[in-house]
């Protein structure tokens, strides 16, 4: 007797100890995926009334839509998607090349266009296990909320062109071996290559790594915190003065030292830093998840904990709500930017230091600040030139019988710099909707309207088309 109880508390200890996985990868689940190569094309027009297209039809666009009032882009390429999440190996890849045309306004004197091609993407991917690297042009964005509805990340968003890079690291939330995916981690370091020239400061380098921890896994609640940091560095002023390309640079630039060719860089830090924190809070059930979160940024300084800065009233608040129980509204986007404060007003003065005017996203060396051909790296709404503005954003998405419709609205108050002082007003608005027509050979059309209104772009209306379709070449 004594023997069989001994027998049944053993399977019991056993079907406990099998049902509490130590480490719950994807990789250990039965594959039952394939591979696909698929072809992509497309074509879109956009004409508007003003100096400038309306916000919201370029901005989040990858760089892909011109910023003149007039453009058409015609893009085709091919892409194979990652799909293999259970097995140990995966790997994507994409070659997307685009042309694009673009005028100014028809009564501007003299008319000018322009023509340019490039890659959308040109890049591939491999996962061996639960490491990730990626090599060529694709598209970084780090920020939280919903990438389709959200007016940008403070540090990286799809707002300008994407560069080429290098990047390895996790880039899942990937469970920690032993803590039965209740504690997950992800990171990774970037290497990127920024080689527009501006005028100002040609062929620049980006560095970006990043640390980030999440608890909860398969609870019905989860938090999860990141640290960023990135900095633009190296490059040629235009009288020739190197900043610094070397390795000795790279170090400097990993761990925040001074160095350089500048007597800026050697007495601060050599290259233009930034840090960003993100804390997000999560509710999930089967078909639905809303975030909150809470994203700072810092220039200066050492390192303090969200919330803990000069500047703390500074940052980037959202809600993000997504569902799949009904179609007709299936994300909702609410966002709160706010960076008029930078520590103060005053850096220096009277002979005592202050540490503000803390001047987001330049400095002495990149007066060019956070930009790649032009346009802004992070958030369209920020740039080297208006970097103090509150905004509130609002984005709505969802399928109304098969048409997919998007719209976004967005209020900015603008108040340049500290140092140039400029304000203004601008309200854009967005939408957008896009259906599958399956008797005209699978294309999908879209068409999109935009406006803008308030002193900092004037009042504009544009509209854009889009004719787009993708397919299966293989499957294996």
Not at 321 to 346: C, H, K, R
């Amino acid at each position: 007797m004594k023997n069989k109880i001994l027998v049944i508390l053993l399977l019991c200890c056993t079907m406990y100890v099998h049902a509490w996985d130590w480490w719950p990868v994807p990789m250990a689940q039965i594959d039952t995926c394939h591979d696909t190569l698929m072809y992509v094309g497309g074509m879109q027009v956009l004409s508007s009334n003003n100096t400038y297209a309306p916000t919201w039809l370029y901005a989040n666009r990858n760089g892909e839509i011109a910023l003149l009032p007039h453009s058409g882009n015609l893009r085709a390429g091919i892409v194979k998607p990652a799909t293999r999440p259970n097995r140990w190996f995966d790997y994507d890849f994409g070659v997307v090349l685009s042309g694009r045309i673009a005028g100014t306004h028809i009564s501007t004197n003299p008319y000018q266009i322009e023509g340019t091609g490039f890659f959308s993407l040109l890049y591939a991917h491999a996962r061996l296990y639960i490491v990730d690297i990626t090599v060529g042009i694709k598209p970084l964005y780090f920020g939280g909320g919903d990438e389709e509805l959200t007016c940008g990340s403070l540090l990286l968003s799809n707002n300008a062109h994407p560069f080429p890079r290098i990047s390895v690291g996790i880039d899942q939330w990937t469970p920690i071996p032993g803590l039965f995916g209740y504690m997950e981690l992800r990171g990774g370091l970037t290497h990127g290559w920024l080689n527009d020239n501006n005028g100002k400061v040609s062929h620049a380098k980006l560095h970006h790594k990043y640390i980030g921890m999440r608890a909860g896994g398969k609870l019905p609640i989860n938090l999860s915190y990141e640290f960023h940091h990135a900095a633009m560095w190296g490059g040629y002023r235009s009288d020739g003065l190197d900043f610094g390309n070397d390795f000795d640079s790279f170090r400097n630039i990993f761990w925040g030292r001074g160095g350089g060719a500048t007597l800026s860089d050697q007495l601060n830090k050599q290259g233009n830093h930034m840090l960003s924190q993100l804390l997000c809070l999560t509710a999930k059930g089967k078909d639905w998840h809303v975030d909150l979160y809470w994203q700072d940024f810092q220039e200066d300084g050492g390192i303090n904990f969200i919330g803990c800065r000069a500047n703390s009233m500074d940052g980037r608040w959202g809600i993000s709500a997504v569902q799949n129980y009904w179609p007709f509204i299936s994300g909702l986007t609410f966002e709160i930017i706010q960076t008029t404060d930078q520590s103060g007003p005053w850096h220096d003065r009277d002979g005592m230091v202050f540490g503000g005017n803390d001047s987001y996203y330049s400095n002495s060396s990149y007066p060019q600040g956070w930009t790649y051909f032009g346009q802004s790296i992070c958030s369209t709404l920020l740039s080297p030139t208006n970097s103090r503005i509150w905004a509130y954003h609002t984005g709505i998405k969802g399928d109304i019988y098969d048409f997919k419709y998007r719209v976004l609205c967005t209020h900015a108050r603008n108040y340049g710099t500290y140092n140039t002082p400029e304000e203004s007003q601008n309200t854009a608005f967005l939408l957008e909707v896009k259906k599958i027509v399956p008797q005209a050979w699978g294309l999908e059309f879209g068409i999109s309207l935009a406006y803008d209104f308030g002193t900092q772009h004037g009042n504009t209306f544009g509209t854009m088309i889009t004719i787009s379709k993708q397919g299966i070449i293989k499957q294996w």
